[in-house]
């Protein structure tokens, strides 16, 4: 059998990734990411080297959606519009001893560079949530723009979730909102993530474990792991009986992904992995929509 030949990347391609990379080490703010640091003792959530990838996803596509959002506003009207991160961390991440900003500073130094910005971002960290808020606060002289258009929380997240469908989502008539949806492994529960979901203009970026996740429901079925059965039951809304015939990352990967669609009418995904194909770590980055067709599926999520 032949192999198939990769295509290669053009010399544009090559360009806009290393910017695309400088973003995350935020190189035109000089030495703030190393005074970021010094807040909160020093504190910055560590990682392997697959972490920046689904960051360099988030990075392409905020800058877009609010340049959309200000076309539709220009179009037909005002917009209230939001951002939501709900596993937002420390707000600094680090591989090994290379420090680069977390999703919440990839999203703000991504509306920095847009005409319109967030009427509200909303971060969540269970444990960070204070560090994260003082560091975000901190960056106000840089970014004015940010002064009363932020809220940190640092509870569950599915509380976090839940709260803001009922406080914000739901109350304005004329809404819509990019939210980054990256639990560690199974903590999202999908009567949270669905009242979301439910709301109809907005975009989704969800990080599924699909590997480990199909990993733990093994153990469930030879009876093990009662504790993880429980939240996989909670993961998944759905009783175990359902679940348990999932029997691979592909099936657990497209039967989370068809609930999703259930929601939103647009749906693609990619697999970021490390190493061989079903060795190592890999996980699945779903894009979900509430248009049918939204204007940065033109953007190819499929590189």
Same mark, same amino acid.
């Given at each position: 059998?032949?192999?198939?030949?990769?295509?290669?990347?053009?010399?544009?391609?090559?360009? &806009?990734?290393?910017?695309?990379?400088?973003?995350?080490?935020?190189?035109?703010?000089?030495?703030?990411?190393?005074? *970021?640091?010094?807040?909160?003792?020093?504190?910055?959530?560590? $990682?392997?080297?697959?972490?920046?990838?689904?960051?360099?996803?988030?990075? /392409?596509?905020?800058?877009?959606?609010?340049?959309?959002?200000?076309?539709?506003?220009?179009? /037909?009207?005002?917009?209230?519009?939001?951002?939501?991160?709900?596993?937002?961390?420390?707000? *600094?991440?680090?591989?090994?001893?290379?420090?680069?900003?977390?999703?919440?500073?990839?999203?703000?130094?991504?509306?920095?560079?847009?005409?319109?910005?967030?009427?509200?971002?909303? $971060?969540?960290?269970? #444990?960070?949530?204070?560090?994260?808020?003082?560091?975000?606060?901190? *960056?106000?002289?840089? #970014?004015?723009?940010?002064?009363?258009? $932020?809220?940190?929380?640092?509870?569950?997240?599915?509380?976090?979730?839940?709260?803001?469908?009922?406080?914000?989502?739901?109350?304005?008539?004329?809404?819509?909102?990019?939210?980054?949806?990256?639990? /560690?492994?199974?903590?999202?529960?999908?009567?949270?993530? +669905?009242?979301?979901?439910?709301?109809?203009?907005?975009?989704?970026?969800?990080?599924?474990?699909?590997?480990?996740?199909?990993?733990?429901?093994?153990?469930?079925?030879?009876?093990?792991?009662?504790?993880?059965?429980?939240?996989?039951?909670?993961?998944?809304?759905?009783?175990? &009986?359902?679940?348990?015939?999932? +029997?691979?990352?592909?099936?657990?990967?497209? $039967?989370?992904?068809?609930?999703?669609?259930?929601?939103?009418?647009?749906?693609?995904?990619?697999?970021?992995?490390?190493?061989?194909?079903?060795?190592?770590?890999? /996980?699945?980055?779903?894009?979900?929509?509430?248009?049918?067709?939204?204007?940065?599926?033109?953007?190819?999520?499929?590189?």
């Amino acid at each position: 059998m032949r192999k198939k030949r990769r295509r290669k990347k053009t010399a544009d391609e090559i360009e &806009s990734l290393d910017k695309r990379i400088r973003v995350l080490l935020w190189e035109r703010y000089g030495n703030t990411l190393a005074e *970021l640091e010094k807040i909160g003792n020093g504190v910055v959530n560590e $990682f392997r080297e697959w972490t920046p990838l689904k960051l360099l996803a988030l990075s /392409y596509f905020v800058g877009p959606y609010l340049r959309i959002m200000k076309g539709l506003e220009e179009r /037909y009207g005002s917009t209230k519009v939001f951002y939501i991160d709900v596993f937002a961390g420390t707000g *600094l991440n680090k591989v090994e001893d290379v420090l680069f900003a977390g999703s919440p500073l990839v999203a703000i130094d991504c509306a920095h560079q847009c005409e319109r910005k967030f009427d509200l971002m909303i $971060f969540n960290d269970l #444990f960070y949530g204070k560090v994260l808020e003082n560091r975000i606060k901190a *960056l106000t002289d840089l #970014f004015p723009w940010l002064e009363g258009k $932020f809220i940190v929380y640092s509870t569950d997240a599915n509380k976090v979730l839940a709260d803001v469908v009922e406080k914000y989502l739901a109350k304005e008539k004329y809404k819509n909102y990019l939210a980054f949806i990256d639990p /560690y492994r199974s903590e999202i529960k999908w009567k949270a993530l +669905e009242k979301l979901l439910r709301i109809k203009h907005g975009d989704v970026f969800i990080t599924c474990q699909a590997r480990s996740i199909a990993r733990e429901i093994g153990g469930c079925r030879k009876g093990l792991k009662r504790e993880v059965c429980r939240e996989l039951a909670e993961y998944f809304g759905e009783d175990p &009986s359902v679940w348990m015939r999932l +029997e691979s990352e592909e099936e657990v990967r497209d $039967f989370y992904i068809a609930k999703v669609n259930r929601h939103k009418p647009f749906v693609e995904c990619i697999t970021i992995r490390s190493g061989r194909v079903g060795k190592g770590f890999e /996980y699945v980055l779903i894009f979900a929509s509430g248009d049918d067709n939204p204007d940065w599926a033109l953007l190819n999520t499929k590189s």
